[in-house]
């Protein structure tokens, strides 16, 4: 049943020979890496605004300048994780960067800031998308939390799939919110050239304004950079991609590039125009749409692609975490089970993970995670830093041919995003503080798990241990409950594996059980020896583990090895098993985990 | 950690033999046995007057025939339950009577309904109290479900430390209770009696009342039994009583019983006299006290100790259920686990089950277990009236001397009882319908359990089955993940149980894994056979079950059994397991579960 469910939801296993047809094309890979990256252009300009009307409304004009900041910043990153790309043609991004030049440290720092940015990718846009769909049907909204979880779940069972099959289905709505925005702005431009739209809307720029400072627009920078969150996941899924892996990546990131540059700078320069502000129900976005096209089926069809690529931006978070944790189980940071494929090939592992973590976020903070934004943009920023610093230092290190532009576009690349790091620690510490707590935590973790990996190397690799002591013969013990059939078989197995060593234990709780039980045996099995444990305080584990340690004791002065035959019936159907003790399971538990001593479980399959 | 916390909850582990120690003296058991029976009086007279107020606030003077009725009543229950006490005295009550008197489904109905009725009775009389607390304390009252729960926490923690220690702490609010009550009847009487009250606050008892009908009058009495539920607990814990039990039970039923009827006519009758109508949001005991006393201290300390003993209500079935369920499991139909002691010599599986159902019901109704009232009382009536039938069938069939009035009484219970019974049955369909749902539903329960268990000792009885076929060798299988200290203590311990029959298994997922592994083996084990499984779609499983039926099938033609060796490493920390991928425990359950194959695990256990 559960079996058929799977099949039914996620589709038959593949052949590990079939990983080939799993690659992306370039048009998917873009639609399905690139919607975390191009659904911030929804929120990015908005934030820029809402810092410059905290001056004034004339200050507004600063929004230009501003995004040609981050316009330059946009071509930096771009550039250098092309670069990037093509250095580390197998994927890890910021984590491999920043460890193979940086140093270990660095390289943890990088990994876990994107291990943790990945789950708060899912669960604050897909909290930020269901707001955007219960705003428009406000019967809904009691039902956030509920709705959001529902998202996430189909979003992961899409990503358990396979990744081919989620971007066949998810490539439409990136393309089409994509296609939005290019008529948004077509006709827009098209207004403001033929001068339906009144210049007198705005500040023209260059005006003066008193109040501002070089750490408000500094501010404003930092804020409107959040729309460039999501630009590094590519480098992380290259492996995702149909070969020549690195060179379909790369075109793939300059598309993404040019597409996020177009549609930052046009919105950016229609709010502007417009001279719009932000208002507090109403999104920037929305605003320009209602000016361009009044409330009309063009409004209704931006806003409901920007609510549905802000729910698919989660998918990027899908396609990078799980090669993140890949590389870093690899290096034995995190368990090890993060690089096993599932069926359908993907790591399912690290997909059902960040699913798991994403919905308890969503729980955790009822669906309100707006407030996560900034540790969000913090947790990108920090590993742009290291991985660009970390490409400056290889260039400098390594002085391949033609490096000095690579190393300028690195380093202007790192200031900029030590810059808005650090901005975002300046000017938001109460909402950032906690990276500088969970990111030491995480390291640790880490280590903890690494060095548990490397002492279970030590100690089962053949050459660094004492020889095994070999096994002069066995001692058999058998706990019995009664004179029954179950009992017979695992007395019968028993003797043919070692005749002569044969201990059965009973363990009464009454006095007169015991001697009734004695007679019993000494009738059913004269040969084999019985040994009573009576327990006054009705425990059978206790008494049976001091006599176990005993008889271990006496045969390991001889090398004989001790084993407890554990017979376990087994009823016919799965509930039967409420109405059995158990005490077979619990023994077998109890030894395995505290007692050396090797357990033999003997099962009896009832039949009806 | 965990044992120490149980420790400090529920106090150390007792001998079998210290049993004697945790039987209950009268006035105890009359303390935690009788707190369901007198809570009832804080609602019964009230649920009268609710039903007479219909007509009109002139009929209220019926209450006092009702009342003589119900007393009527109370003193057939309390006859008959005396004579149940002798006749039965290993307790187990309307079950036990039922059931050899009138045959195994009467007997099933009696119990499965007495079952559900003390779950009803935790949940329904801890709301209650609840309720009265929170309404002293309405800051309190959006937390009411979690006090309920945290109230039920306490009762059953208290009933794991032993019938004894609950009964010391229990004692003292059920007897403030009675004693409070009775200072609210001396006071109350004695201004009657000084004329302080005005007789013209009631109508005289006869006046004539339009539109009064026997079907309302016997709704009303119906209504007013409610306050007998509880009297039956008496005879289900005579196992708990002090030796002589028997009589010792029967001394405190009579006690109760006194104390019932004086409680409840008293209450009846100040009612009447001072003319109280019900309302909504003040309870008529309320009323009375206000009447009475203003609201001062008297008053208040009525309400505390009535608050407080709807609450200890829950104990008297705390105290019956673990020992219905006993009865109930060692006929076999409920687990046998409610038959064990635990580490306090009570029947702490019956105690913490009972705990958990009632904490579900009160979070399931969240916390307005109120409309549960109908389905509890005419879940005690069925029983009454069925053990009461049950004496009848006894004293016609055995005729011991004096049987005659002993008839008469148990007769005059039976049609009482079942008058009320079909009361409410007809008054309250729509409240307790559901009981001719689940008590079929428990029943058919009840019947496959003991299928169940009279299957297994068919099965497991060594006359019946056929003899054990003689084992003439062993073929080991042991399946290896690397070649590794862990692997080759396993081989070592499989030499030494059958150094000629041992294939060791090996599942690749890669061709070229396969190829490299069998290369390795060759050098580490010449001797053993190597089996390689290549498995294309990464299950180890699949394969390996496959396999192990091939070799089953072969082996068992000549009579040799199969056992799989698994070796198994378990860390040193707990948290340790996450960090490896179990896939040694998978193959044991799902082997054991679905094979009928011999399973033997080998610890290897690691040291750091």
């Not at 089926?297 to 609510?307: E, L, S, V």
């Not at 189980?329 to 993060?338: E, H, L, N, S």
């Not at 290291?386 to 400098?396: A, C, D, E, F, R």
């Not at 109890?590 to 007692?595: A, S, T």
């Amino acid at each position: 049943m559960l079996s058929s469910l799977k099949r039914f939801l996620i589709g038959r296993p593949l052949k590990s020979t079939e990983l080939g047809e799993q690659k992306l094309i370039k048009t998917k890979a873009l639609a399905i890496l690139s919607s975390d990256a191009l659904s911030s252009v929804a929120y990015g300009p908005e934030q820029i605004l809402l810092v410059l009307i905290t001056v004034s409304a004339a200050a507004f004009w600063y929004s230009i300048p501003i995004a040609i900041g981050v316009l330059v910043l946009l071509f930096a990153l771009i550039s250098s994780y092309r670069q990037i790309i093509y250095a580390y043609p197998h994927g890890g991004g910021a984590y491999v960067v920043s460890k193979e030049n940086l140093g270990i440290y660095p390289g943890l720092i990088a990994g876990g800031s994107l291990l943790v940015d990945y789950i708060l990718t899912v669960a604050v846009s897909v909290s930020a998308g269901t707001d955007a769909i219960t705003s428009a049907f406000p019967s809904l909204h009691p039902y956030n939390v509920v709705i959001a979880i529902v998202f996430v779940l189909c979003i992961t069972i899409l990503n358990l799939r396979g990744v081919t099959e989620s971007a066949s289905i998810l490539a439409y709505p990136v393309y089409l919110f994509v296609l939005a925005l290019f008529i948004l702005m077509g006709v827009g431009l098209y207004k403001i050239a033929t001068g339906a739209v009144l210049p007198e809307l705005h500040t023209p720029i260059g005006t003066s304004v008193a109040g501002i400072s070089l750490f408000l627009l500094l501010k404003a920078f930092a804020s409107g950079s959040s729309a460039l969150t999501g630009v590094e996941a590519i480098s992380n899924a290259i492996p995702n991609f149909k070969d020549p892996a690195p060179r379909n990546a790369s075109r793939t990131l300059i598309a993404m590039g040019s597409l996020l540059a177009v549609l930052f700078s046009g919105i950016v320069y229609l709010a502007y125009y417009y001279g719009i502000t932000p208002k507090a129900d109403v999104t920037v976005v929305s605003q320009i749409a209602e000016h361009t096209f009044g409330r009309g089926f063009m409004y209704f069809f931006i806003q409901g692609t920007t609510a549905l690529i802000l729910i698919l931006a989660a998918n990027t978070g899908y396609s990078a975490f799980p090669l993140l944790a890949v590389n870093l189980a690899k290096d034995k940071f995190i368990p090890r089970m993060f690089t096993a494929r599932g069926d359908r090939l993907g790591y399912s592992n690290g997909i059902i993970i960040l699913g798991l973590l994403s919905i308890i976020l969503i729980v955790a903070f009822e669906g309100q995670t707006e407030h996560l934004i900034p540790l969000y943009a913090v947790g990108v920023f920090i590993p742009f830093t290291l991985s660009q610093t970390g490409m400056v230092v290889k260039w400098i290190r390594e002085k391949p041919k033609g490096w000095v532009p690579k190393l300028v576009i690195n380093s202007i690349g790192a200031v900029i995003s030590f810059i808005v790091s650090l901005m975002f620690f300046l000017t938001k510490f109460q909402q950032v503080w906690s990276v500088l707590v969970f990111i030491p935590a995480i390291i640790y973790l880490f280590h903890r798990i690494r060095k548990h990996y490397e002492d279970v190397g030590d100690q089962l690799r053949l050459s660094t241990c004492e020889p095994a002591i070999p096994i002069e013969g066995n001692v058999i013990i058998l706990p019995v409950a009664g004179i029954t059939h179950v009992v017979e078989n695992s007395l019968n197995y028993a003797k043919s594996l070692s005749p002569h060593q044969i201990i059965a234990v009973y363990v009464p709780f009454e006095r007169e059980d015991e001697l009734a039980f004695e007679e019993k045996w000494r009738k059913f099995q004269p040969d084999i020896r019985l040994v009573t444990l009576h327990s006054p305080y009705r425990s059978i584990i206790q008494p049976l583990t001091k006599f176990i340690d005993t008889v271990q004791r006496k045969a390991g002065a001889s090398n004989y090895q001790v084993t407890v035959i554990i017979p376990q019936f087994i009823p016919k159907k799965g509930w039967h098993n409420m109405l059995h003790n158990q005490s077979s399971l619990l023994i077998l538990t109890h030894l395995l985990y505290r007692k050396n001593v090797i357990i033999t479980t003997v099962p009896y399959h009832l039949k009806k």
